[in-house]
């Protein structure tokens, strides 16, 4: 049984950080691509960040050298520190792990308010 447990989120206001923690289990984790999604309130969920199962990073343009995306296969874990959050980061958070032959796993979401 496949399980991607996050953690790490809450109410944070602008200007501060948060850092997300995504546990799996029931899956050979060094081999598959991790990735936070986010889904704003009443948007579409789109990609936030990524580390492949070699270790290279990506970041959609909006949390470029705000956000870092880390991965510890030892642990089977893959964190998200987010610096300087602005309001419009505000969204439901969730772990994707996805392997090249298809295979796509999630998270449950957590949610990360960012408010005065």
């Known amino acids: 049984q496949v399980q991607l447990v996050e953690s790490g989120g809450g109410l944070v206001q602008p200007g501060g950080s948060l850092r997300l923690s995504c546990a799996a289990s029931g899956i050979t984790f060094s081999l598959y691509d991790m990735a936070w999604y986010r889904q704003p309130p009443g948007k579409q969920r789109e990609l936030v960040a990524r580390i492949t199962a070699g270790g290279t990073t990506s970041y959609t343009d909006s949390v470029k050298g705000r956000y870092t995306i880390s991965r510890d296969n030892a642990k089977n874990t893959v964190v998200l520190q987010m610096n300087s959050l602005k309001s419009e980061d505000t969204a439901v958070y969730f772990c994707?792990?996805?392997?090249?032959?298809?295979?796509?796993?999630w998270g449950q979401g957590t949610q990360v308010t960012v408010s005065s």
């Open positions: 994707n792990a996805h392997h090249n032959t298809n295979l796509d796993f």
